[in-house]
């Protein structure tokens, strides 16, 4: 019994990870992908590490996809709590695969992304 429900709980944690999200770094779109983040997000791809606008982050994130088309993105793993989500996947690109993990936080109806974090994986 006690597995059964812990299927369903991970289940219903993967369910609250906006599918718009995930579906944008399979597809390397960054227009879908920055409608998500926070006025200020705190960006590091590869070796840059800074808090970006909105506009300036996507404009990144929209260079890194540009150099690595993404092929597709799995969830690796994923914890919480009410309100905030850390979310680790790999992101698997022609140019190779990347590690990337991002933070969500609820505001209002919608889940926000204040962190981005996107590392080559060895």
């Not at 409608?35 to 890194?64: P, R």
């Not at 850390?86 to 695969?97: A, C, E, F, N, R």
């Amino acid at each position: 019994m006690l597995l059964i429900f812990t299927v369903i709980g991970a289940n219903q944690t993967l369910e609250q990870i906006p599918n718009e999200i995930l579906t944008s770094l399979k597809t390397g779109n960054a227009k879908v992908l920055a409608s998500f983040f926070n006025q200020n997000v705190e960006l590091v791809i590869l070796n840059d590490d800074n808090v970006y606008s909105k506009a300036q982050a996507e404009q990144i994130v929209s260079g890194f996809f540009a150099q690595n088309q993404p092929e597709k993105f799995t969830i690796i793993h994923q914890s919480g709590k009410e309100g905030a989500k850390y979310v680790i996947g790999q992101l698997t690109t022609k140019q190779g695969p990347f590690r990337v993990t991002f933070l969500l936080k609820k505001t209002g109806e919608k889940d926000i992304i204040h962190q981005l974090r996107i590392d080559k994986q060895e």
